[in-house]
């Protein structure tokens, strides 16, 4: 009972420990990205770094706008005819009346190799960085892609179905009515206060495009869990199933081999309870084995073991006095079984410490008595000095006493150890002839 | 030098009609190699370093025969890869030799050779460069292999018994990505399993003492 209590006690203060710990392992993840945002806002155009040469396009492209708010590469010459042309100025010269602000097309390819890193928006980007004009930006690359962005125009731009080519095989068939049509949609958006934009994703600096994230191992809280909750529950876990196995492999051991080996669980001070419930139950073990017995070698000793033990068991009550009487009808019913089971006419006297502890298997000194005295397994295992703890103890008119310091039979035959007539002199004991 | 070369643009540029056909496109890279046989696009910095188009010239000069060459990210999207704009630009240039188009990144390209003269086994050099070389290796380390294969006189041999390809940039920094993941998950277990034993054995060790302390 107090295991659990105590138990519970140790759970609840590494709750206490862990709970406050959850928020703190999870606020950097979270603040992290919040952090970032924070970072771009404040920095609104994207800070690549271009090594010499790599920027040759964006000065050939911005250059050519600041002339020419139309802008055609020749590598994409043959994406929009004369008289596509003509008809998209007219609708930028629109768009850029209607806005009240300049309006720029690009069509340029976007490759990935590109130092945009193929990224239309981030294109824009750098060309508004380099024309630090602001305005409608809008694009077309090879794919027929469409990207527009508007620096401080006051309109609410959101995302438009235009913007990606419809066929896929042919990816500039219809492309000026789409940027004609991408122009009419901005003029005719929502108005809006005009703001900068911000460039989420600017392109990895060159060199940089395969680098992943380093993946960092989180090593803080898989420890926290382990240390505070499975751990804990592991060990208590582990700790209630050895002790269901010990039990378990004690309770079996009883079953196989009776109660012949007790001395686990052999009380030193048995009560007269115990006592009488432990003598029937021996007696009834040894009564049921004597007629299935009959013209065994160990019969004969059985047989008389039982009677004086019953004899003993019935004129013994539940008299404090006559305790050792009782001790006496046990080991008697347990030495009949034992001849018995072991077809053995004299079976070994039981444990001189404490005869409830079961047969003897040995002799040792054990300085309780002089000499050498017979002594169960357990018995053997001990050191001198633990073996009065273990001794067979019964009421005296001074307290609790050794059993054989009491006179009488027991101490004259101890058991059965001394001389090789114990069943009769316990007869004669009892008065039987 | 780069301003030179805007205005050249600017002036070929306008030069075309501006009408919507692929033969336009092959018009205008015509007119470019004729003015310079090797054309590198400016739009793809990231696979072409500043000075791609003299080192590309350097390896093609080596083949001693005329070679033409266009780097372009430009895909036709209408039925025309880099094989019929050869065939457009050969009809318009009318000069026998090599003629090269290729991607920026290396892939994808297409060889030619027109006429006589010193025969090279372009073709199979050109496979067999394509083929050995990373996905990402970019436009002028191929057409060097390629140089370097077709001047070797074994083109045919090379293109049967292929080198290995060596990993892409990608591939390399995936793999890495993997292998770093692999050892944060290792020692994520590592740290689970020590916090694991820290809290358990002593609990457990002090479980059975007091267990024992009580039945003795
Ligand atoms: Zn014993």
């Known amino acids: 009972m107090t295991a659990c209590k105590r138990t519970a006690a140790l759970l609840a203060v590494a709750f206490a420990i862990l709970l406050p710990a959850a928020p703190a392992l999870a606020v950097p993840a979270l603040a992290a990205p919040a952090v970032r945002a924070a970072a771009s806002a404040a920095e609104p155009r994207p800070v690549v770094s271009y090594p010499p040469g790599a920027d040759r396009r964006l000065v050939r492209v911005s250059t050519a706008l600041a002339r020419d708010p139309l802008f055609v590469d020749p590598e994409l010459a043959f994406a929009l005819g004369k008289a596509d042309r003509a008809r998209l100025r007219a609708a930028m010269a629109t768009a850029g009346r209607e806005l009240g602000r300049p309006v720029f097309v690009v069509v340029v390819p976007n490759p990935r190799e590109s130092e945009s890193q193929g990224r239309n928006e981030a294109l824009l980007f750098a060309l508004h960085d380099r024309l630090r004009r602001d305005g409608f930006y809008l694009m077309a690359d090879a794919r027929g892609s469409l990207e527009a962005v508007g620096f401080n125009v006051p309109r609410y731009f959101g995302y438009s179905e235009l913007d990606s080519a419809p066929d896929s095989d042919h990816p500039f068939t219809g492309l000026a009515d789409r940027l004609i049509k991408r122009l009419d949609d901005s003029r005719t958006a929502t108005t809006a206060p005009p703001t900068m934009p911000n460039l989420w994703t600017p392109p990895d600096p060159f060199g940089q495009e395969d680098r992943l994230s380093t993946p960092e191992a989180e090593l803080k809280s898989p420890f926290l869990l382990g240390l505070f909750l499975i751990g804990p529950l592991a060990a208590i876990a582990l700790y209630w199933a050895g002790r269901w196995a010990i039990s378990f492999r004690s309770i079996a051991r009883k079953e196989t081999k009776g109660t012949r080996q007790g001395a686990r669980g052999a009380p030193a001070k048995p009560t007269v309870r115990w006592l009488r419930r432990t003598g029937a139950a021996e007696l009834a073990r040894l009564r049921a084995m004597l007629p299935e017995a009959e013209g065994d070698p160990g019969h004969t000793y059985a047989a008389s073991a039982f009677d004086a033990a019953q004899i003993l068991y019935d004129d013994a009550g539940g008299d404090r006095e006559r305790t050792l009487d009782l001790v006496g009808a046990i080991v008697l019913a347990r030495q009949g079984q034992a001849a018995l089971a072991d077809k053995d006419p004299t079976p070994r006297p039981p444990c001189f410490v404490n005869p409830l502890h079961g047969p003897s298997t040995t002799r040792r000194v054990t300085k309780l008595v002089p000499g050498q005295s017979p002594v169960c397994e357990s018995c053997d295992g001990k050191p001198v000095k633990d073996l009065p703890a273990k001794v067979l103890r019964v009421p005296g008119p001074d307290g609790p006493r050794p059993h054989y310091k009491v006179p009488g039979v027991w101490r004259d035959t101890a058991f059965g150890a001394k001389g090789k007539d114990f069943v009769p002199r316990v007869l004669e004991y009892l008065g039987v002839d | ?216």
């Open chain 2, 1 to 216: 030098m780069e301003g030179l070369a805007a205005c050249l643009l600017v002036v070929v540029c306008a030069a075309i009609p501006a009408s919507a056909s692929p033969s336009a496109r092959a018009d205008q890279l015509a007119a470019l190699l004729r003015r310079d046989p090797v054309y590198v696009t400016d739009h793809a910095p990231r696979a072409l370093p500043a000075d791609a188009a003299a080192r590309v010239k350097r390896s093609v000069a080596r083949l001693g025969v005329r070679t033409f060459v266009v780097v372009t990210p430009v895909t036709y999207g209408e039925d025309q890869g880099p094989e019929e704009l050869i065939s457009l630009l050969h009809d318009r240039l009318d000069r026998d030799g090599i003629y090269i188009v290729v991607s920026p990144n290396g892939s994808g390209g297409e060889v030619r050779q027109f006429g006589t003269g010193r025969t090279l086994n372009a073709d199979d050099a050109w496979i067999a460069a394509d083929l050995e070389m990373p996905y990402d290796a970019g436009a002028v380390a191929v057409i060097d292999r390629f140089v370097e294969i077709a001047l070797s006189g074994r083109a045919r041999e090379r293109r049967d018994n292929l080198r290995p390809r060596p990993p892409s940039r990608t591939r390399i920094s995936l793999d890495a990505h993997d292998r770093a993941e692999r050892r944060a998950e290792q020692r994520e277990h590592l740290a689970f399993g020590a916090g694991t034993a820290l809290g358990g054995v002593p609990l457990l060790a002090f479980l059975i003492w007091r267990r024992r302390k009580t039945t003795r």
